[in-house]
């Protein structure tokens, strides 16, 4: 059984940073490419970045180009957003999701396995 346990969010400020973390177990991690997508009260989910099952390949929602970076360490079968200049727009559920193969989808249905989410709040 695939799980994922997302773990980081919080309160920050205006301009700060934090780091999400999403640990994955039940499934070999590096064929698995990796998604993380947000949902704000209101609205739907959606992609903010992915990142291939090597690690090479990454893609990001113009909204957080420049600002967000999508990593992972395959040997600790984790994946991380790092998320700075934090806006109060960026608040949200962000949830990290898994695909069934390695390559980068932007799309929700593409993606097989989701954890439970975590939430982030940004304060003006």
């Known amino acids: 059984q695939v799980q994922l346990l997302e773990s980081g969010g919080g309160l920050v400020q205006a301009g700060g940073s934090l780091r999400l973390s999403c640990l994955v177990s039940?499934?070999?991690?590096?064929?698995?490419?990796m998604g993380w997508f947000r949902q704000a009260p209101g609205n739907e989910r959606t992609f903010v970045a992915g990142?291939?099952?090597?690690?090479?390949?990454?893609s990001y929602a113009d909204s957080v180009k420049g600002r967000f970076t999508i990593s992972r360490d395959n040997g600790k079968h984790t994946v991380f957003l790092q998320m700075n200049s934090l806006k109060p727009e960026d608040s949200a559920v962000y949830y990290c999701?898994?695909?069934?193969?390695?390559?980068?989808?932007?799309?929700?249905?593409?993606?097989?396995?989701w954890g439970q989410g975590t939430q982030v709040t940004v304060s003006s």
């Open positions: 990142i291939s099952g090597g690690g090479s390949i990454t």
């Open positions: 039940g499934r070999t991690f590096s064929s698995t490419a």
């Open positions: 999701a898994a695909r069934v193969n390695t390559l980068v989808r932007r799309l929700q249905n593409e993606y097989a396995y």
